[in-house]
């Protein structure tokens, strides 16, 4: 149990494009989604809590208008990465708790590899 | 906010032998310390957990340790395999917001 499934597993796009990420819980529903971003050889660095049905919350320093957070149902966030560019590359993660074992326990998504030319 | 030191940031050991791997925290309201291992490229994965109540558990090879006074705790890995190499990071998180900060990771290389 506890699955989490991201998708796409990897983007390549133009500069100034915008790339949507998808995270899914798939067998519970969760109430808090968490998304990070991670740089090769460091650590998670958290982006935004998502509560369902209401507005994400932001970590201090990542612009909400680029990065787009959805969180319309108990089982799916969408992170929208708006007018891309390639210092945006990064693999972006998603986590997500809820009731299935411990509600403190973080699921996290396989990733999304996300390269920007 | 909470912060989450880990060391070291390299750790190479020889097949069989012993690892450890030890954070420090500064929020003495947090109260669960989970640790994850991720492998290149994949997602970080549990491994093992503990929380404020207990000083010690063990699962098979891994056990975590955590003294509160202290404010540190550790992983400990004993007869390590090829197959333990991975990143490692623990993290410290106050029950109820369930918002882990996170060690900067270990990269252990078990060599065989």
């Known amino acids: 149990g506890a699955v989490v499934s991201q998708h796409p597993s990897w983007v390549i796009c133009k500069s100034g494009t915008s790339v949507k990420i998808e995270c899914r819980s798939l067998?519970?529903?969760?109430?808090?989604m968490f998304w990070y971003r991670q740089f090769p050889k460091q650590s998670l660095m958290l982006m935004a809590t998502?509560?369902?049905?209401?507005?994400?919350?932001?970590e201090q320093g990542v612009e909400k208008d680029k990065f787009l957070i959805n969180h319309a149902s108990l089982t799916l966030s969408t992170l929208t990465v708006t007018s891309a560019h390639p210092e945006d590359s990064s693999f972006y993660i998603c986590?997500?708790?809820?009731?299935?074992?411990?509600?403190?326990?973080?699921?996290f998504g396989p990733g999304t590899r996300l390269t920007v030319l | 906010g909470e912060n989450v030191e880990q060391h070291p940031s390299t750790l190479s050991v020889q097949e069989g032998d012993s690892a450890v791997i030890k954070c420090t925290y500064s929020?003495?309201?947090?109260?669960?310390f989970p640790w994850y291992k991720q492998e290149l490229g994949k997602r970080p994965q549990l491994i093992i957990d503990?929380?404020?109540?207990?000083g010690e558990k063990k699962d098979q090879r891994i056990a975590v340790t955590l003294n509160k006074t202290a404010k540190h705790f550790s992983l400990h890995i004993t007869e390590t395999q090829p197959e333990d190499s991975a990143v490692y990071f623990c993290?410290?998180?106050?029950?109820?917001?369930?918002?882990?900060?996170f060690g900067r990771g270990t990269s252990l290389i078990v060599h065989p």
């Open positions: 986590s997500a708790n809820g009731f299935v074992g411990r509600a403190d326990t973080q699921y």
């Open positions: 067998d519970f529903q969760a109430t808090t």
């Open positions: 998502s509560n369902e049905g209401s507005k994400a919350t932001y």
């Open positions: 929020d003495s309201a947090s109260n669960y």
């Open positions: 503990i929380r404020s109540n207990v």
């Open positions: 993290a410290a998180s106050i029950g109820g917001s369930y918002i882990p900060t």
